[in-house]
């Protein structure tokens, strides 16, 4: 069983920063690529930012210059630095994880945290 779970998130005023962490446990080879998603009310998941293991990344046109995403291969965590934040930023933010789960397989298990409310006033 994988579990990935996040902390951070809450309340800020527009402009200000905000950090989320996303730490995965339990039995598996290795995580391969993570990312950070974001759901608004009334609104589809969407895509923030991913990693892969080599520490390339894809954000968002929405996000980009102001969020950074990062990883620890040897601790398994994932941190989304979030600055300069918007009220259209207001969201509940989850954690991804592709995981192998053996080195005899290639494929990967999606996994995901329990989710994290981001919530930026004007």
């Known amino acids: 069983q994988v579990q990935l779970v996040e902390s951070g998130g809450g309340l800020v005023q527009s402009g200000g920063s905000l950090r989320l962490s996303c730490a995965a446990s339990?039995?598996?080879?290795?995580?391969?690529?993570m990312g950070w998603y974001r759901q608004a009310p009334g609104k589809q998941r969407e895509s923030v930012a991913t990693?892969?293991?080599?520490?390339?990344?894809n954000y968002a046109d929405s996000v980009k210059g102001r969020f950074t995403i990062s990883r620890d291969n040897a601790k398994n965590t994932l941190s989304l630095q979030m600055n300069s934040l918007k009220p259209e930023d207001t969201a509940t933010y989850y954690c991804?994880?592709?995981?192998?789960?053996?080195?005899?397989?290639?494929?990967?298990?999606?996994?995901w945290g329990q989710g994290s409310q981001v919530t930026v006033s004007s």
């Open positions: 990693i892969i293991r080599d520490g390339r990344t």
């Open positions: 339990g039995r598996f080879f290795r995580v391969d690529v």
């Open positions: 991804y994880a592709a995981v192998r789960l053996s080195p005899l397989t290639t494929t990967s298990k999606d996994c």
